[in-house]
């Protein structure tokens, strides 16, 4: 290799995520192995929630079988600000390694060879990822995978007052019955302030500068949350430990609220029903959100630079839905 040749490469790599690196591998499908590596001069640090092992849950592999890109198919967790305060450091030459079930993430409703390949945004990944550029990629590997994909068996819920509950105490039930309440009358008065005030600033706050296309996007998302609180069935599962509150987007109205959940009050910007308007708007049949960031601050900012992400966040959805409230009182 010429000096140049590598000098040039040597760049390109390490522009990516200035020398944090992910390689995968698959020796015994569907367990995919992974491995980040800090191969810069300086420490690295690097989300717990990202750690690969059995409590990883993000949508950031890119899966393909020929063509087609298979679906994410794995739980969409809510996580509190302070997550963002739980981080390993990597040192410079240290490395993680994990193991993946690609099956519980992604739809693999055939055999046949997928493609898989890491992609991911680095501030999702590495704390202080938001002041490195852009995307993390991986190598990318092909691997013939049987057909596998997970049928959840769910018993029937206790209802009451025309909410399901799933190992709920009496006291969480009360609690999740006022929750939802105040769920759907913030989602009304969010939906009716749109209408209202297309250009208003709470919008601009949560969505960023007024663009019809964005508009038109966030008004027919808070209308369909608004319509699933008010017109669907919702179940709600209690029990789970981490993180606030998960839902998978295609099992719908179907919410797991863990104990922290309980920790915040029942109304207010957040709190135990805006939460719930979170989770309400990651289904694929309501607004069907991302969590691009969490937390106040982050949404915010994130209208501001990109608000084309933040009209798919979840926690604008919360935040915008909290402070609409607010305004009110
Ligand atoms: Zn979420």
């Not at 990629?137 to 209802?159: D, L």
């Not at 295609?250 to 959940?261: A, L, M, N, T």
């Not at 719930?276 to 708007?281: F, L, N, P, V």
Request: charged share 30%; glycine share 6%; with cysteine.
């Amino acid at each position: 290799m010429s000096r140049l040749l590598a000098a040039v490469l040597f760049l390109t790599t390490s522009s990516v995520a200035q020398g944090f690196s992910v390689s995968i591998s698959m020796d015994e499908p569907p367990i995919l192995e992974v491995i980040y590596l800090n191969d810069a001069l300086k420490p690295i640090e690097v989300y717990e929630w990202a750690i690969p092992n059995d409590n990883f849950w993000m949508d950031i592999f890119n899966v393909y079988s020929g063509d087609i890109k298979n679906k994410y198919v794995g739980r969409v967790y809510r996580w509190s600000d302070a997550a963002y305060n739980d981080f390993i450091i990597l040192k410079p030459g240290e490395f993680i390694y994990g193991r993946i079930d690609i099956s519980k993430l992604y739809y693999l409703g055939s055999n046949s060879d997928y493609i898989i390949r890491f992609n991911a945004e680095s501030s999702k990944i590495l704390r202080r990822g938001e002041t490195l550029p852009g995307v993390i990629g991986s190598n990318q590997i092909t691997k013939y995978i049987k057909r596998k994909v997970h049928v959840f068996v769910k018993s029937a819920p206790e209802v009451e007052d025309g909410i399901g509950f799933h190992d709920c105490s009496r006291k969480e039930k009360d609690s999740l019955k006022l929750a939802h309440k105040f769920g759907t009358e913030y989602s009304q008065e969010a939906h009716a302030y749109l209408v209202a005030y297309p250009e208003g600033e709470l919008y601009i706050n949560w969505f960023g500068e007024y663009k019809k296309k964005n508009y038109k996007i966030v008004k027919k998302g808070t209308d369909k949350i608004k319509k699933a609180f008010e017109e669907e069935f919702t179940e709600y599962f209690c029990g789970c430990k981490d993180p606030i509150a998960w839902v998978y987007t295609d099992r719908h109205y179907e919410i797991h609220v863990c104990e922290e959940f309980f920790e915040y009050d029942i109304e207010g910007v957040l709190s135990q029903a805006t939460i719930a308007i979170h989770e309400m708007s990651h289904f694929e049949v309501t607004a069907d959100t991302d969590d691009h960031v969490y937390g106040e601050k982050k949404s915010k900012k994130l209208a501001k630079k990109k608000p084309k992400e933040a009209i798919e966040n979840a926690d604008n959805y919360l935040f915008f839905s909290g402070y609409v409230q607010e305004s009110k009182e």
